[in-house]
């Protein structure tokens, strides 16, 4: 019992091997959990798990190994976006300080009008279809990545989308959240350009079908029919959709995404 206790093992989980099934120490030690053989002449130091570490390992684990992922990666140009976000933070007289993620949240749950498909879930022997888009948007703390939910983002405004995120990413910071307001959600969106990640796939967040992942903006040289040399400046930007392909075929994710393309690239029509 010492050596079970010590080495974390449920006798109760054991067969023994010793006379009329009478377990012993070897049996204990082979019902040990595994853990990995530190590199010979390595200095190391062993960082407990905390309960939020768990979770994300254990969910994220689960993700890949039972989720048929697929990805689809599309380039954004985002020079007239820049320009409106712009012109509406100076608007605001400083009030405000739109950020390009919050038009990426909007783009996102105005698209889910037009290919409802990608805002479903697996539910094993049905697929279940969401009324309303409620967007996780990826939050990096000190315990681990987090994602709060802006709710119903398909019919708020740019304004109030920002001062949610804000909100939520402040108090998750903080450790400050309620559960209902991380739990759940039917959509998720990781930005990793601030870091001046160019492309990355991101883990399906199940019972989600889909995750995106946005890129950092760069500017290049593009084609451009209405300039007589032929090309001109703009920045773009890279996002990843990774699928759930129980749910979303590929032609529905590309269709998604050309939406999406549609409303960043023409970011007024956002606010019609």
Not at 50 to 73: E, G, M
Not at 167 to 172: I, M, P, T
């Amino acid at each position: 019992k010492k050596v079970a206790s010590e080495q974390g093992v449920d006798l109760a989980t054991l067969s023994g091997s010793g006379p009329g099934g009478r377990i012993r120490a070897a049996d204990v030690f082979a019902g040990a959990p595994s853990v990995a053989a530190a590199v010979h002449g390595a200095a190391f130091t062993d960082i407990p798990l905390s309960s939020v570490r768990k979770v994300i390992a254990q969910r994220l684990t689960q993700s890949k190994q039972t989720i048929p992922h697929y990805y689809l990666t599309v380039e954004v140009e985002i020079s007239k976006l820049q320009s409106l976000r712009q012109q509406l933070n100076q608007s605001a007289s400083g009030d405000l300080k739109l950020s390009i993620n919050d038009f990426i949240i909007k783009a996102s749950a105005l698209t889910m009008k037009h290919v409802p498909e990608v805002n479903s879930s697996w539910m094993e022997s049905f697929i279940r279809r969401y009324h309303n888009v409620d967007i996780s948007v990826a939050v990096a703390t000190d315990s681990g990545l987090i994602t709060p939910i802006v709710f119903g983002a398909e019919s708020k405004g740019l304004e109030t989308i920002h001062r949610d995120v804000v909100s939520l990413a402040e108090r998750a910071r903080e450790n400050k959240l309620k559960p209902q307001e991380f739990q759940g959600g039917t959509f998720t969106i990781s930005n990793l350009g601030m870091y001046g990640v160019k492309h990355f796939t991101a883990i399906i967040n199940p019972p989600q079908s889909c995750i995106l992942a946005v890129g950092a903006a760069d500017k290049k040289i593009i084609p451009d029919t209405n300039n007589e040399s032929g090309y001109s400046t703009g920045t773009t930007m890279c996002v990843t959709m990774s699928c759930d392909h129980r749910v979303v075929d590929g032609a529905v994710g590309a269709e998604w995404l050309r939406k999406l393309k549609g409303y960043l690239e023409n970011p007024v029509t956002m606010l019609l």
